[in-house]
């Protein structure tokens, strides 16, 4: 089992719609919580953090973590096509990082 | 604004080469870390450093070494370039900012091609 799953995609989402993107990690221990969003090309960029079980908005974005589900999602409402990219997870337990394979966003003008 | 600097955006080399990839960091933060990026196998850690002189093998150290002769500055040696080593490659730094938290922070990459 890995340590940090993310659904592949593509997901698929038309303007103006809500984005939900998901992510499942094993380990009960985890920490924070992180995404990262990755245009094409490019380095990942940190969009969001989160370490307390419940909700945090950031603009247009909300990160959601459930610790008893093991499991932290990320909204993005009002979809943008300049969001359009690749949405990783990444979890932090002890001294250890990991990141999901990530979650391809595409949003239709 | 923080930075970590790669030093080459782009590089092609010939296989058998040695090939010095450069990360600097503006940061003061004591890990720093390099990734391989490819399709469908997502970030795969290869050589990480929590302070000067010291280094640790990640998951795929195999055709690497590092040096960190200076806090701010750690490098990724391919001993002899071999074409599987083509990849986007990221270095990263890891400490507390308050814009990311304890989250990494990337440096721009550098996309690896050997031919």
């Known amino acids: 089992q890995k340590e940090v799953e993310q659904n592949s995609g593509p997901l698929s989402v038309p303007e103006g719609a809500i984005a939900s993107l998901n992510c499942t990690y094993s380990?009960?221990?985890?920490?924070?919580f992180f995404w990262y969003r990755q245009y094409s090309g490019k380095s990942p960029e940190l969009i969001m953090s989160?370490?307390?079980?419940g909700d945090k908005e950031d603009g247009r974005f909300t990160a959601q973590l459930n610790k008893a589900s093991q499991y932290v999602s990320l909204l993005i409402r009002d979809s943008q096509p300049s969001d359009s990219a690749t949405y990783l997870c990444?979890?932090?337990?002890?001294?250890?990082?990991?990141f999901g394979t990530g979650t391809s966003l595409t949003v239709i003008p | 604004d923080v930075k970590v600097t790669q030093s080459s955006r782009y590089l092609v080399k010939r296989t058998g080469e040695k090939v010095f990839l450069e990360c600097v960091q503006d940061?003061?933060?004591?890990?720093m870390f390099w990734y391989r990026q490819d399709p469908g196998l997502g970030l795969r850690l290869i050589y990480f450093?929590?302070?000067?002189?010291?280094?640790e093998k990640g998951d795929i150290p195999e055709g690497y070494s590092v040096s960190r002769e200076k806090k701010e500055r750690f490098s990724l040696i391919l001993e002899s370039a071999s074409t599987n080593q083509t990849s986007m490659y990221l270095c990263?730094?890891?400490?507390?900012?308050?814009?990311?938290?304890?989250?990494?922070?990337f440096g721009s990459g550098t996309r690896l091609t050997v031919v």
């Open positions: 990263a730094t890891r400490g507390w900012h308050p814009s990311t938290n304890y989250g990494y922070t």
């Open positions: 380990d009960r221990g985890s920490q924070s």
């Open positions: 989160i370490y307390s079980n």
């Open positions: 990444a979890v932090n337990t002890g001294n250890q990082f990991y």
């Open positions: 940061m003061d933060h004591e890990n």
């Open positions: 450093s929590y302070d000067v002189k010291m280094k």
